[in-house]
C-alpha cells in the first residue's frame, strides 16, 4: 500500500505498519509506476486539485486494467442556484483553498473519459453533516486546552466562517459529500 500527501508533517504522524508506504508528493507529479495499483482511494483530495482532467487521467495511468478507483470528495448541487454559489459554495471554497465544486456528473463523466465504467455513487452528505457541528462546536474547547495550536492554527483562520457554512450547505443540499467508485476498462 502506498499513500501520497503534500505534507510532511502529515507523513511523519502516520504511525509506521508493515507493507505501508507514505509518500510526500503531488499525486499529479507521483512518479508512480504505470499500472502498478490494483486500486486507488481518494479521499477529500481531488477537489483540491485544479486540473480535474488530469488528476483522473493520472489515475487511469497507474491504475491497472480491471482495477478499481473510489473517490470520496466535495461536490456542489447538480445545478447551483446563484444564491447558493454567491453565499455558501464560493466562499467555502476560497476558504477552504478550492479551486471549485464540480457536481457528482462531471466527476462521473471525468471518470468515465479517463476510461472508468462508473460502478457506484453514493451522497453521504447527511452522514457527514454532524462533523461539521461537532467540531465548530467543541474548536473554542481544544484551543482554550491547548493555546499552542492557536498560533499553528493561525494561518487557517480564513477557514473559520465555513465551519458555519458548511453544514448549511450540507443540510440544504448546496454542497455533497460523495462516494463515487469505477473500475478501470482495458
Avoid at 9 to 17: D, F, G, K, L, N
Avoid at 26 to 46: Q, V
Avoid at 155 to 164: G, H, I, N, Q
Amino acid at each position: 500500500m502506498t499513500g501520497l500527501t503534500l505534507s510532511a508533517a502529515q507523513a511523519a504522524a502516520a504511525p509506521p505498519q508493515p507493507g505501508v508506504t507514505i509518500l510526500v508528493r503531488d499525486w499529479l507529479a507521483n512518479d508512480l509506476p504505470a499500472g502498478a495499483f490494483d486500486a486507488a482511494i481518494a479521499i477529500e483530495s481531488l477537489s483540491h486539485m485544479p486540473d480535474k482532467p488530469r488528476v483522473f487521467a493520472e489515475l487511469a495511468r497507474v491504475v491497472r486494467p480491471g482495477g478499481r478507483v473510489v473517490v470520496v470528495d466535495w461536490l456542489s448541487r447538480e445545478r447551483a442556484g446563484a444564491l447558493e454559489r454567491r453565499l455558501l459554495l464560493d466562499p467555502i471554497c476560497r476558504e477552504g483553498r478550492l479551486p471549485e465544486l464540480l457536481p457528482a456528473s462531471e466527476y462521473a463523466a471525468l471518470l468515465r473519459s479517463a476510461g472508468f465504467a462508473v460502478t457506484a455513487f453514493d451522497d453521504v452528505s447527511r452522514r457527514a453533516a454532524r462533523t461539521w457541528t461537532v467540531v465548530a462546536r467543541r474548536l473554542p474547547g481544544v484551543l482554550v486546552r491547548d493555546p499552542r495550536l492557536i498560533a499553528a492554527a493561525w494561518p487557517e483562520r480564513a477557514f473559520l466562517p465555513s465551519l458555519a457554512r458548511i453544514p448549511v450547505a450540507l443540510r440544504t443540499g448546496a454542497m455533497r459529500l460523495a462516494l463515487l467508485a469505477g473500475r478501470r476498462l482495458a
